[in-house]
């Protein structure tokens, strides 16, 4: 009885091993573990047995019933694709899991870092919320400028305010050390205007400075000449208009070939073929005298750029809001 126990296993064990079907699985179950299976009637015999003998064959007849059973749960698993889940339908489409990345904006931020980085440059950070004197004053821009107009201005308390640009950095930073300096200030603004596709009352820039005895404004050309074919490679078309901001003199407005329709003129870049990314120019004396340094002595230039235009020319995005609604269905498109 205990050799007829072997070759029961043995057959079990190749049988379970091959089943290739849940029908198939079944038919063995009934087969080894059924009520009329062969095992069931040796383990229904038990009692009429010589109590001499019981005892081992008892023993062998549980010991497989145990094992045919293990060998019934190993071949549904394996059925089952392993999933440990009998009856999983394996040509249902699978459910990706979910993983993070970097926002998109972070990504850009993080691409333009590397290269200022590559140029030299080092990260600055300055406060959120700033004053009057560091956002506007220091950098040419009296109460009564009419470039105030274009900061609408979210005013915290007294003469507190969300900074409405990263410029503030260069004062923080020209009042805290001695040139030379060389520093990019990526961070997020704040305006108060009406989002619409083109405008949110948060946004990114990155702010540049560079500022030594001697810096000449060819120099700024090329860093940003630079800057964008290392962004956009080396035949990107860029060119220099003139420009006004008040705390640089002279000032330079910085446009690239539009990326989406390689100057041909679409929606991106209004039909123009050019789409605007930086200001820049060579840092006022009246900026340097604010932060107490000598314009006769020390010159320097200052540049600052929009993230997001660069992050949506890059992703196809068409409207800034979507940048910061942080709707997880578009993220996870670009
Ligand atoms: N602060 C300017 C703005 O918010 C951007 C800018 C233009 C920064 C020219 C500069 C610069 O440093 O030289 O629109």
Sequence with gaps: MLKRLEELRAEATDLFGSASSENEL??????????????????????????SERKAVGQAVNALKKDLGAMLAAAQDRLAGGGGKPGLDLTLPGRRPWVGRRHPLMRTLARLEEIFTLLGFEVALGPHIEDDFHNFEALNIPADHPARDMHDTFYVEGDRLLRTHTSPVQIRTM???????????????????????????????????????GVKFGELKGVLTRFLRELYGDDVAVRLRPGFFPFTEPSAEIDVECRVCHGKGCSVC????????????????????????????????AFGLGVDRICMMETGLDDIRLLMENDLRLLRQI
């Design 26 to 51: 079944e038919e063995l179950r009934v087969r080894f573990l059924g009520r009329k299976s062969e095992l069931n009637q040796m383990s229904r015999g038990l009692g009429g047995m010589d109590p």
């Design 175 to 213: 009042m805290s050390r001695k040139p030379p300096i060389r520093i990019i200030a990526p961070g997020r603004v704040y305006r108060n205007e009406t989002p619409d596709a083109s405008h949110s009352a948060e946004f990114y820039q990155l702010e540049g400075l560079y500022v030594d005895r």
């Design 270 to 301: 209004k039909q123009t073929g050019w789409v605007e990314l930086l200001g820049a120019g060579m840092v006022d004396p009246r900026v340097f005298r604010a932060v107490g340094y000598d314009p006769d002595e020390i010159s320097g230039y």
